[in-house]
């Protein structure tokens, strides 16, 4: 009888330690996951922290860490940055963001509210570090740098 108790106290012990488990490094909340849908990026770095990147609604936002934790989202570029119009005059008509040749890629389109088609702010955007300098083109061909 004795021997059971200590054997089901034992298997308590456990099964509550198990549920304790440390959380994984720069883990991204599922709540993040669900606000990041039109894009997430995770680019693992030597002997750094991972590069992570979110992308919603024309805005790019970077991880902002606390240790190991992610802690935040820092907006790290916006498709009105550069515009000619402000973004509450905008809506959000396409977006991408990818991680290729060692640079964060990033397509913004936002259509002016009223306007007749096309984009009137955003573009084509690169950066090595996912945050400025952002360099800017519309053709992919000739890129300049985003003003600070």
Not at 51 to 63: D, F, H, Q, R, T
Not at 119 to 138: A, F, I, K, M
Request: include cysteine; charge should be positive; proline fraction near 5%.
């Amino acid at each position: 009888m004795r021997v059971r108790r200590r054997f089901g106290g034992l298997l308590f012990v456990a099964a509550l330690c198990a549920g304790c488990a440390a959380p994984k490094p720069y883990a991204i909340s599922q709540a993040d996951q669900q606000r990041f849908t039109a894009g997430l990026i995770r680019v693992e770095r030597a002997g750094k922290a991972p590069l992570i990147e979110g992308l919603s609604n024309c805005i790019v936002y970077k991880a902002q860490y606390d240790g190991q934790r992610i802690t935040g989202w820092k907006a790290a570029l916006g498709a009105d940055w550069g515009g000619t119009y402000p973004a509450f005059l905008t809506g959000c008509m396409d977006q991408s963001l990818a991680y290729r040749n060692g640079e964060v890629r990033v397509y913004l389109c936002a259509r002016a509210i009223g306007a007749g088609g096309g984009c009137n702010n955003g573009g084509y955007y690169r950066s090595r570090t996912g945050e400025r300098p952002w360099l800017r083109s519309w053709n992919q061909i000739r890129w300049a740098a985003l003003p600070p």
